[in-house]
């Protein structure tokens, strides 16, 4: 083998040995990135030796990969953003379908089977065992996807005609289990809101706060 054709093979070989490495990856994101510089690798390869099929399907793959790595990079920084401001869930909205709701419609009852969660786009609408209203910007119907056997844990009335946007709990799954860092955002928004209804409940006189002596039915 001449030396010019040992760093052809050696290119070629350097493009086989980053498509290995990507079935061992656990996650997305290096997935993408050893997916990129393989196909960098394959595209010089495929110059050197002149194959025209292995240049057109690397040079598909490859900005596929780039665009999808963005997708994913832009997703956690826009998560790690909400988790560090407001609660805001607008980056979920592409991900969604948007519905209306009229005044006095019941969006779901508890103990209805859960497969999805909502994000209020406008109007208002009431939790009605907790009391708790929600506004445009808040999302509820997220602790179906945690709780056991995927149930409604309480009933949501529309009491201000507005509308809403359904994400569905298998994109969800789907964003959670591709990326680690999206999945604990994702919970830590959740256990803000958690810990914000629980609170609402304590200021109604629903709840005790720990170490509280019970106040007597009577005397409320």
Known sequence: MSFENFWVELVGFGGTAFTIASYSMRTIIPLRVVGILSSVFFIAYAVLIGSAPMLVTELVILPLNTIRLVQ????????????????????????GHGQEHAAGDVVFRAGDPADHLLMISSGRFRLVEAGIELEAG???GELGFL???????????????GATTRVSYSDIKQLYFQNPRFGFSF??????????????ARAAGMMQAPGETPTPVAAR
């Not at 953003?81 to 979920?92: I, M």
């Not at 709780?147 to 005609?161: K, V």
């Open 72 to 95: 994913i990079l832009r997703l956690n920084r826009e998560v790690e953003r909400a988790a560090a401001s407001d609660l805001s869930f607008e980056w979920l909205e592409p991900y």
């Open 138 to 140: 808040k999302m509820v």
């Open 147 to 161: 709780s056991p056997g995927n149930a409604r844990t309480m009933t949501l009335e529309c009491i201000a005609a």
């Open 187 to 200: 919970l830590r928004l959740v256990s803000e809101r958690l810990f914000q209804n629980i609170d609402r």
